[in-house]
């Protein structure tokens, strides 16, 4: 609690609040029996709440900056993990899922040098949630002095474009 931010206890307010992590080694459950997934151990998350329930988790689920490889190895792992999960790219705004193909890798690796110095894809699960899935340059690219150093973000929260407001997006604990 000492990380907190507790929501409020009147209920005619929105009851917002937010919970940080900031001590390594913490793993991330995403339960969801269909869409579910594990992320790996990070030192830095945020959760924030609503009405006393999780709205947004936002992360970076890594414990240290790492080399382009070695990023792209955690990558390919949680893509494949919302794959299966039923997560799929927002076509509307152009995002497709990571090409991780020997010409895939070296095309983001460029990429990673441009201004912006990331490349994201919003993923969603329709009428559900929406998930930022991100790979950034942390160190180095703008410029151009190794040691290169990236990070993943990984946001999470509901589906903007298709949410019923009626419906609660996230299952109880």
Known sequence: MERSNRPGEDPSDEQFGATWVTEPAV??????????????????????????????????PMLDKLPFDDAVAVLANLQNQFKVGGWEPWAVDGSTWFDLTPEGKKRLYDRMFEPGYMQTAILRVPKKYGMTFRLKCAEGCWTREPPYKFLIDVGVGVDTEGWDPDREPFPEP
């Open 27 to 60: 793993i991330i459950r995403f339960v969801d029996p269909k869409h579910g997934f594990i992320l790996p151990p990070t030192k830095f998350a945020a959760l924030t709440y609503s009405k006393n329930k999780a709205v947004s988790l936002a992360t970076s």
